[in-house]
């Protein structure tokens, strides 16, 4: 892990207190917000963006598995993918942010099968049906997330596997936590939501799920409720 740099952390804080921008476009908003931290992004989301580790282990890649990431930020999942991500057939990792992916970019130079693609993860589909879909604290940032999880059951291939590690509002948190939860994190345009496990856990066949609590940093005491889910595509999927 990159060492805490106070004045990095200055900047990343005030960014973050300014909140995302309220006007333009979903992609034009992301750009606005990140682009100015992208630089310090890996350091500071190390300590706020927990699980993400434990969820690639939860993964359970094998050698010759596709794979997509939707919402990779700055492709940081490769380095925790580590010596598998060469086993792969493949591995797109798929983002609307400029900024962000042009570190992901850099990250993904030298890996022949892994592709840094520009694009809308409510949309976006692969060429041909993959065996895992994961997403890390991404869903939370997207306005029309059921969309996304409807689009990654499509791209999957029959018990092929998605895998999430989100921020969320438990249904055993109380009022007072879970209200301060969804306001301190709608701010920067992460919407806390108690229906997205609900609805994956309708979607998919669970494999495993994991509800936990983190530190943020520079919240002394306070830990934010996030969980881990990985699900598998049935071999049939019911009619829409
Ligand atoms: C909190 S960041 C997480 C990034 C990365 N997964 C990580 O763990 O560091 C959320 C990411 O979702 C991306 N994102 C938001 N809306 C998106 C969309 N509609 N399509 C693709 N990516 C999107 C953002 O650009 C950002 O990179």
């Not at 992609?27 to 706020?48: C, G, H, I, V």
């Not at 999430?164 to 936590?177: A, K, Q, T, Y």
């Amino acid at each position: 892990m990159l060492a805490p740099d106070l004045a990095a952390d200055a900047r990343i804080l005030w960014r973050l207190l300014r909140g995302q921008p309220k006007s333009g476009g979903h992609a034009e908003r992301l750009q606005a917000f990140y682009a100015p931290q992208a630089d310090r992004y890996d350091a500071f989301r190390a300590r706020l963006l927990h699980g993400r580790q434990e969820l690639i282990e939860r993964l359970d890649l094998q050698p010759g598995d596709r794979v997509v990431e939707l919402g990779c930020g700055t492709g940081s999942s490769l380095a925790r993918i580590g010596e598998r991500a060469a086993q792969l057939a493949s591995f797109d990792m798929v983002d609307l942010c400029p900024a962000l992916l042009e570190v992901a970019r850099q990250r993904a130079a030298g890996h022949d099968h892994v592709r840094v693609i520009e694009a809308d993860a409510t949309t976006w589909q692969p060429e041909q049906a993959v065996d895992c879909v994961f997403m890390s604290y991404a869903l939370t940032m997207i306005p029309d997330w059921s969309r996304v999880i409807a689009n990654t059951q499509a791209m999957l291939a029959p018990g092929g596997r998605i895998g999430i590690v989100d921020f969320h509002l438990p249904e055993d948190g109380s009022r007072i936590g879970n209200a301060l939860w969804r306001q301190w994190f709608g701010h920067d345009g992460v919407h806390l939501s108690a229906k997205h496990l609900p609805m994956l856990r309708q979607m998919f066949t669970e494999r495993s799920c994991a509800e936990q609590r983190a530190s943020v940093p520079y919240l002394p005491g306070l830990r934010a409720p996030y969980y881990l889910f990985v699900g598998e595509r049935q071999a049939r999927l019911p009619e829409r």
